[in-house]
């Protein structure tokens, strides 16, 4: 009877041992975008002949209402020919309706502003509880201050942040710990639409193995980045030199890439605890800000004494928060998290002791 029973038992463990766990089946998605009302199209040249025609493409995500439902803000872009006869509007919202419906309120909502659009950032720069909206592109950028139910001020010109130059991603993030958010504007290349560039004509770098080519961005200057101060009027003050973000030796501005494979959220997930230790263990003088760029994926400023507790810009204008002193866990995972290696903090740590 023993051996029945250890028999039966044996063959159970076996028959459990031989279940297929059931696959989760991955989700499907489908193009709704006509059905949905999502029908303005991007502006770009075909030919793509000048490096400023191949850039652009941003989108961001508002409650401009807050009525609990997410609004979609598109950047338009602009081609060379359009934008020497005035630009196009920089970005088109749409209002999400009843049954994931939308409807275009660029009008109405007073985003008028014409340019060349590049990026989008959202954030409520005032803590009036309404998101405003912040626009970056060649040649100028905007600020719209939201009004409530979506309708939007051109603050630009009063808040000081038109910019200028190629700017190309934005982000905000209250570096100072003063309950304000202030913004960071990374810039690209040296680009004037009025002295164009041969295309092919030079063989260094408008050329691929004898093929002419857009000129750049090899061989092109690039641009400083900027950072404005929120002063909490409603006005900004420009501080990127005085922080020492400045960027003079101007690389390339743009965006960190994540992984294939690693979210947002997973990464948020994991750097949770490490930005809690840092507050935990290191005083509460926090640096300026840091920079993004192409040609160092992670350019990071600091004051001697303080850690880094910064901002990095987002395929579609995500924020995340990101820490890095003197710590291996950041720099693990900073490079596992990351498409390419963050350099190490410490060798920027001599640089940043010249900041007042």
Known sequence: MRILLSLGLLFSVFASAQVVPTKTPLPKFEDVAKQAGLTVSHISSPEKRYIVESMSGGLGLIDCDNDGRLDI??????????????????????????????????????????????????????????P??????YGGN????????CKFEDVTDKAGVAAGGFSTGAAWADYDRDGRVDLFVSRYVHFDVNHLPDFGKNEKNCSFKGIPVQCGPWGMLGESDLLFHNRGDGTFEEVSKKAGVDDPDKYYGGSLKLKPGVTVAQANAELQPLLEQFAKETP??????FRVNLRSI???????????????????????????????????????????PARRCGAHWNRAARIP
């Open 142 to 149: 905007a600020l719209y201050h939201n009004l409530g139910n």
């Open 284 to 289: 509460k003088r926090y640096p300026d800000t």
């Open 73 to 130: 803000i598109t950047v338009n872009g602009s081609t060379v020919d359009r934008y020497k006869q005035g630009g196009d509007p920089m970005i088109t919202l749409y209002h999400q309706d009843d049954g994931f419906e939308f409807t275009d309120i660029t009008k109405s909502a007073g985003l008028t502003r014409k340019g060349w659009g590049m990026g989008v950032a959202v954030a409520d720069y005032d803590n009036d509880g309404l």
């Open 132 to 137: 405003d909206i912040y626009v970056t592109g």
């Open 298 to 340: 992670v350019e990071i400023y600091a004051r001697p004494l303080g850690p880094i507790l910064y901002l990095l810009l987002g395929a579609v204008g995500s924020l995340l928060l990101i820490g890095c002193a003197r710590s291996p866990s950041m720099s693990t995972w900073a490079s596992r998290i990351f498409s390419a």
